[in-house]
């Protein structure tokens, strides 16, 4: 099949969220499953820094009244064919936010269907997000390109139908009050990044004002949980941490920790214990119930605390504040850092991840890999990666609260405080988390059956039947 990804991020030229990573990496293992796929994206003013591209553009367009290029080169570590879209509004050193973001992501989108129709012509355009909503709108007229629509975060749904009238070519037939609303109507296929959230966006709390037009949807939308890339993050080869180790050897890997909080400035103990967050600095992820509830906390114990990220102003001064009351014991990184996110996840005992709402989430998985015991809300992907810790049964990989209320959290954290003091029962539940499979073997399986789905093909003899479960109905 040949499979062309339209989308803001990819990893590692690009990201922020998880919609990065899933770029970055799901190709990745299509291709080795024998399909052409390749991906589009704007060329940023940063690219250049990490990689080189060929001073040749391999094709020239119009859209919107505005010229752009096309430059060919290949995802860094991969072989994966990469298409940048080069216009002067890319230019700038960020990906999201200014004034011009509704109309510069919508002027890529138009400029993605033009490459697919006169260029390189895809069966199936994959689509992600809003940034890339009018393209199952314009596709809908041509019968020989099939689209699919993955929601990463239904939060976000770009420009009002007004404004796309304004800067854009809305065809008749359009229908839809924003851009993710005409996206979900119009593309051959929706699916979520796991099967909790394609459940609950169809209800009033999650939905965003769209449930009711996902319910009637029905069967079209699915969930298909992410994978996380585990050549890459691998505890046994990652180059980024001081001392590598598996779940089998896992009492190597307390020389993280230390290294850790020397790293940050924190007080060297490794039998303090340790929580991490490795966040966006947003309402989304659960900031407001960590500002109510940390101090009381950190009073309560000995744990130490370190997050990284950046955000919302708000978020970012309240937690520097918080961190000077305890020096030597909370240290807040305001910043976005590769390595120094792996070094979080490989020294510290427990990751907090109380999110509102999550479409999947990366990070609790990549703390599973790493042996750092999460902490979660059970919501969305959330539910599907973790489950509470037993240690009667020994069964489960993290600690669970359902109500997103501060008691429930500080809760949790008290629990789980208390079950890192039996060292036993600790060390067998990291290994448990390491020892979870979320490669993207399993969920690229399950996006193959979804495109010949599409396509109208019939399934993949090879493909174990229970691979093959998409549909998350309600």
Request: charge should be negative; hydrophobic fraction near 40%; proline fraction near 6%.
């Amino acid at each position: 099949m040949r499979i062309l990804f339209v989308s803001a991020e990819a990893a590692p030229l690009a990201k922020v969220g998880g919609m990065g990573d899933v770029v970055g990496a799901l190709p990745k293992f299509l291709r080795r499953m024998g399909h052409d796929v390749r991906i589009f994206m704007p060329y940023y003013g940063f690219i250049p820094d990490k990689m080189d591209v060929p001073t040749e553009a391999v094709w020239k367009g119009d859209a919107m009244f505005q010229s752009f290029s096309i430059f060919e080169t290949v995802l860094p570590g991969t072989d994966v064919p990469l298409y940048l879209f080069k216009h002067p509004s890319f230019s700038t050193r960020r990906i999201y936010g200014g004034v011009d973001e509704d109309w510069k992501f919508t002027f890529f989108a138009n400029g993605a269907a033009e490459f697919a129709w006169n260029y390189w012509k895809p069966q199936i355009i994959h689509c992600h997000d809003w940034h890339t909503g009018m393209i199952p709108v314009w596709m809908h007229q041509d019968p020989d390109i099939s689209t699919v629509f993955t929601i990463h975060n239904l939060a976000y749904q770009g420009p009002w139908r007004w404004r796309l009238e304004q800067m854009t070519w809305c065809p008749w037939y359009m229908q839809g009050h924003n851009t993710m609303a005409a996206a979900v109507q119009f593309a051959n296929r929706v699916n979520t990044v796991s099967p909790t959230y394609a459940d609950q966006i169809k209800t009033p709390t999650y939905g965003e004002g769209l449930e009711g037009l996902l319910s009637f949807l029905g069967g079209k939308v699915s969930g298909i949980l992410n994978g996380i890339d585990t050549e890459s993050y691998n505890p046994e080869t990652d180059k980024y941490i001081p001392q590598q180790f598996s779940a089998d050897t896992i009492e190597k890997r307390y020389p993280n920790k230390i290294a850790l909080q020397e790293e940050v400035g924190l007080e060297v103990n490794k039998n303090a214990f340790l929580i991490g967050m490795v966040t966006r600095l947003v309402e989304q992820k659960g900031l407001d119930l960590i500002i109510q509830m940390l101090d009381r906390f950190m009073a309560y114990t000995d744990a130490q605390f370190i997050v990284l990220g950046t955000g919302d102003r708000y978020y970012e001064t309240q937690l520097w504040q918080m961190t000077a009351r305890y020096p030597g014991r909370m240290s807040t990184q305001l910043l976005y850092n590769e390595a120094l996110s792996r070094r979080v996840y490989a020294g510290c005992d427990t990751f907090l991840m109380p999110s509102r709402f999550e479409p999947c989430g990366i990070s609790q998985m990549l703390a599973l890999r790493y042996g750092c015991v999460p902490m979660v809300r059970r919501t969305g992907g959330l539910v599907d990666t973790v489950s509470h810790n037993n240690p009667i049964d020994n069964t489960g990989t993290g600690y669970c609260f359902d109500r997103y209320e501060p008691l429930d959290l500080f809760t949790c954290m008290i629990r789980t405080w208390e079950g890192f003091r039996y060292k036993d029962k600790w060390k067998e539940l990291q290994q448990r988390g390491m020892r979870e499979d979320f490669s993207w073997d399993i969920s690229a399986k399950k996006y193959v059956q979804l495109y010949r789905d599409v396509l109208g093909l019939p399934p993949e003899e090879s493909a174990p039947e229970e691979q093959l479960e998409l549909t998350v109905e309600s």
